[in-house]
């Protein structure tokens, strides 16, 4: 089946400052590419749609400013959490969705990336 | 709009024992379904889904689901469990739409007794 890939698998900062996170699909080629976030003991929460060479569609309540999106090609989309806090701390999953697929337009999930800010 | 619900937040089940977890669906159209099962720590691993044809659907490490329109409701079944299915398990909904995501149920987490 296809992969998706993220970068880094885990990540500690400090309060204050960015963090990028990379979602790539491997083999195959995805103009749609979505984010989530987990908190602990919940479920995935969508934060946002990322689209191929346009500007990223959030979910209410997800600050765009805050959590930057860019799908610059095909295959990588990345999301940088700007000027971190500890309420930030989370499991962000990357998920892509596979269009040649058939009949099915499967969506690909990543291992995730576990930000905790300090 | 798509929604999933999973009535139960956690089952405690004993070793050998048969596992029934519950997913109700709310979609205008046809639905396509997926369980997913995460270990803590860990991403979320595709345990079986279903998108047409026959309703009782076999998934990996011996998981079944089957589709019943009637209820709207996509139930995850395991004749007999083994400790190392303890973990966190995921229903979710899909268009199949190019530019939606899935939708998740807020999960059911399972404990396995000895």
């Known amino acids: 089946g296809a992969v998706v890939s993220q970068h880094p698998s885990r990540v500690i900062c400090k309060s204050g400052t960015s963090v990028k996170i990379e979602c790539r699909s491997l083999d195959f080629q995805a103009t749609t590419m979505f984010w989530y976030r987990q908190f602990p003991k919940q479920s995935l929460m969508l934060m946002a749609t990322?689209?191929?060479?346009?500007?990223?569609?959030?979910e209410q309540g997800v600050e765009k400013d805050k959590f930057l999106i860019n799908h610059a090609s095909l295959t990588l989309s990345t999301l940088t959490v700007t000027s971190a806090h500890p309420e930030d701390s989370s499991f962000y999953i990357c998920s892509a969705r596979d269009q040649m697929g058939d009949p099915l337009y499967e969506q690909y999930f990543g291992p995730g990336t576990r930000l905790t800010v300090t | 709009a798509q929604s999933v619900t999973q009535p139960d937040i956690h089952i405690t089940v004993s070793e050998g024992a048969s596992l029934e977890l519950r997913c109700n669906y709310s979609?205008?159209?046809?639905?396509?379904l997926f369980w997913y099962v995460q270990s803590p720590g860990q991403g979320l691993q595709l345990l079986l889904k279903?998108?047409?044809?026959?309703?009782l659907v076999q998934g990996i490490k011996g998981f079944e689901a089957e589709f019943k329109r009637s209820q709207s409701s996509f139930n995850l079944r395991k004749p007999s469990v083994h400790w190392s299915d303890a973990a966190e398990y995921f229903c979710?909904?899909?268009?199949?739409?190019?530019?939606?995501?899935?939708?998740f149920g807020k999960g059911t987490t399972l404990s396995v007794s000895s």
């Open positions: 990322s689209n191929e060479g346009s500007k990223a569609t959030y």
């Open positions: 279903y998108f047409s044809g026959d309703t």
């Open positions: 979609y205008g159209a046809t639905p396509y």
């Open positions: 979710a909904v899909d268009s199949n739409q190019a530019g939606t995501a899935l939708i």
